[in-house]
């Protein structure tokens, strides 16, 4: 039997994984396909907390570059991740897997309020746990939350799922000599302003000693594959035996 290499992680999803044509929207299909994914990982002892983005309904630059004010452009991007977090606990519950919805931002009537301990007692007895809005609080983006809520919970790992098998040095989809990173410290992606995370996100995990990993969420298996310490995507750490033993 395969034995993870992680025991807890927080798992970071774009809202865009939920995406119909265009971009936009949810369809329940691909929400089922997501929580496919992380039920295998379950399957396997790891406990999971996943951060949801919100990129297929809102992107607060989009209504800041009309003049819309930062805090209520965030605040509404908010909201939206709490659409997707509902969506996938609801596909999460058609394949018979427990999940709870926990947001920084009240919405009593529909999840509940995050609380560290609860979320983590949550975990302990085999639920998923889904966060909604962010941090609660403008000026900071879903990644950074997902850091946040990494450290918070005690994480052994933030696994960025996105639609590209790791960190390149340039877009590999506009350039084809752009080469995938295996391995990064956090001071280079810093340096180098990676677009996979911002700064204050990467800032937080450095700090914390938090290891990502950015993965292709779509590749088969790739989750398992990375709970378990195979080397897949892109590892960012502080460089001290990066992929251990």
């Known amino acids: 039997m395969n034995v993870p290499k992680y025991k807890r992680v927080l798992l970071k999803i774009g809202g865009e994984a939920f995406a119909g044509p265009g971009g936009m929207g949810i369809v329940p299909q691909l929400a089922e396909q997501v929580a496919a994914k992380v039920r295998a990982v379950r399957q396997l002892g790891v406990q999971v907390v996943i951060v949801l983005g919100a990129g297929n309904f809102w ?26 977090a509902l969506a996938l606990r609801d596909a999460f519950e058609r394949l018979g897997t427990e999940a709870r919805v926990q947001t920084a931002i009240e919405i009593r009537s529909v999840a509940e309020p995050y609380i560290r301990l609860r979320a983590i007692r949550h975990l302990e007895k085999g639920r998923v746990v889904i966060i909604g809005a962010g941090t609660g609080n403008p000026y900071f983006t879903t990644d950074t939350a997902g850091a946040l809520r990494a450290a ?7 696994i960025k799922a996105t ?8 877009d590999p989809r506009k350039d084809d000599a752009a080469q995938r990173y295996e391995f990064m410290t956090y001071l280079e992606a810093l340096n180098q302003k990676v677009g996979v995370m911002d700064s204050t996100a990467l800032t937080l995990c450095m700090e914390n000693n938090l290891p990502i990993l950015v993965l292709n969420l779509w590749q088969p ?5 990375a709970v378990l310490g195979e080397k897949i995507g892109t590892l960012i750490t502080s460089g001290n035996e990066p992929w251990g033993s």
């Open 59 to 84: 992107r607060g630059k989009d209504g800041i570059a009309h003049g819309m004010d930062r805090t209520t452009a965030d605040h509404i991007g908010m909201l939206a991740t709490v659409m997707n």
């Open 221 to 225: 298996n790739s989750l398992e594959r």
């Open 152 to 158: 918070e919970t005690n994480c052994d790992i933030l």
């Open 163 to 170: 639609k590209v098998d790791g960190v390149y040095s340039a």
